[in-house]
């Protein structure tokens, strides 16, 4: 799996958000930073600390002209209970066919048996800035803030 690389353009690509309403990358490709992050599951210890790092960041990164939108394999009514509890304020996208992972090459992890945590930081020209794969939720912070302060 190549998947995405920093350079590559953003390819475009939907999928149904937390309120079961479709969402199209094209609606906010070239106007925003975009910071889309793969997780693997809602309401699991890592994928909680990660959600909630972007909620708390949210109006920063809305500040800086940034989208923040999360995708994992879980149903719309799983998203939209994750939603609920942790008050996410950002997209959040169910990929249950795992069509998104595999347009972007995100890795399996864990001997292949966990979906992978990577998260990708596209500039408003929709170029791919940072590709950061790492199963430790907490990694992801400093490099996502580094890479959306370069771009400001």
């Known amino acids: 799996m190549a998947g995405i690389k920093v350079g590559d353009a953003l390819p475009l690509f939907g999928a149904k958000d937390q309120n079961g ?3 199209d990358i094209a609606s906010v490709l ?3 930073i975009l ?3 793969f997780y693997p599951k809602d309401d699991t210890p890592g994928c909680t600390t ?6 708390d ?4 990164f ?5 989208e923040v939108i999360g ?6 009514l799983s998203h939209k209970k994750f939603e609920t509890a942790y008050k996410l304020p950002f997209v959040l996208l169910s990929d249950q066919d795992k069509s998104l992972r595999k347009l972007f090459g995100v890795p399996n ?43 400001m």
């Not at 990660?50 to 909620?55: I, N």
Request: proline share 3%.
């Open 21 to 23: 309403k479709d969402f």
């Open 30 to 32: 070239g106007e925003k």
């Open 71 to 76: 995708i994992s394999s879980d149903s719309t």
């Open 109 to 151: 992890a864990v001997l292949g048996l966990w979906p992978g945590r990577v998260t990708y930081v596209v500039d408003k020209k929709g170029i791919v800035q940072l590709v950061f794969n790492s199963m430790k939720a907490g990694n992801h912070f400093p490099k996502v803030l580094e890479a959306v302060k370069r771009m």
């Open 62 to 66: 809305k500040e800086s002209g940034a």
């Open 57 to 60: 960041q949210f109006e920063d």
């Open 50 to 55: 990660q959600a909630c790092f972007f909620r």
């Open 35 to 37: 910071i889309i992050y």
